[in-house]
């Protein structure tokens, strides 16, 4: 159903601004690799049923595969920024209402929290993208810094530690939309807008460090016992 939405969405965008094929594709593209990652976990996750917050969630996905499928257009031609900006707006006020309604159905899960981050972050992607055109490359840092963090626990397993709950991080990850959409807004002269975006990563950089940092602190303090037991053992086999 989700997916039958989502090819709605793109038949009524292609109608209604003459979409491009770089759009209908990444369009497509990104309603099916919805489709198929979602379809397997919630299989793996076996629930019974997909909660009435997945639901706001997945509505919010087809929301961010418009938003996309115009982004990847503007490559070619220049879709109507008050199109990308009203679809763009409804999604991220759409991310205060998932969790609450979860909350309130006491359906909160661990894929529904997995599904609402995986949202978010490729909304910030997509529009990091978008204003990379306006005010360069380096825009591309605040879309792709999670994904660089989720690659480097890769390598160094403890970055894959719970954090702890941050009323900080989340007001950090609510600002990178906000800023984002404020400047691929263009309401603002460019000073402005690149004043805006630059605040946004310098936010968001502190946050990642702040949690690394913790992360490997976490990290150490689970070591340091672990190697005074094992000398203690030594210890005590040596005698």
């Given amino acids: 159903m989700g997916a039958g939405v989502q090819l709605l969405l793109l038949a009524l965008l292609g109608t209604a601004i003459g979409m491009g094929p770089a759009g209908w594709l990444t369009g497509l593209a990104f309603a099916f690799a919805t489709w198929a990652v979602l379809a397997r976990a919630l299989h793996r996750s076996r629930l019974r049923s997909f909660g009435p917050a997945n639901r706001v969630t997945l509505g919010r ?6 938003v996309t499928a115009l982004v990847a257009d503007s490559f070619e ?19 205060g209402v998932d969790g609450k309604v979860a909350r309130r159905t006491g359906t909160s899960t661990a894929l529904g929290a997995r599904f609402d981050m995986e949202v978010d972050a490729f909304l910030i992607l997509v529009l990091s993208v978008y204003v990379s055109m306006q005010l360069g490359p380096w825009v591309l840092l605040i879309g792709g810094m999670r994904y660089a963090f989720v690659a480097a626990a890769r390598y160094a397993p403890w970055l894959n530690t719970p954090l702890p709950p941050s009323f900080a991080r989340k007001t950090v990850a609510a600002i990178q939309g906000i800023c984002l959409l404020a400047a691929g807004a263009e309401l603002l002269p460019r000073p402005a807008n690149l004043t805006i975006v630059l605040l946004a990563l310098g936010s968001l950089v502190w ?3 702040r949690d690394v940092r913790w992360l490997w602190r976490a990290s150490r303090m689970r070591v340091e016992p672990a190697a005074e037991a094992e000398v203690k053992v030594l210890e005590l086999a040596a005698r």
């Fill in 61 to 66: 996905a087809t929301l961010v595969g418009g």
């Fill in 77 to 95: 031609s220049a879709p109507p920024v008050t199109l990308l900006v009203g679809l763009t707006a409804v999604a991220l006020i759409l991310d």
């Fill in 207 to 209: 946050s990642f460090g």
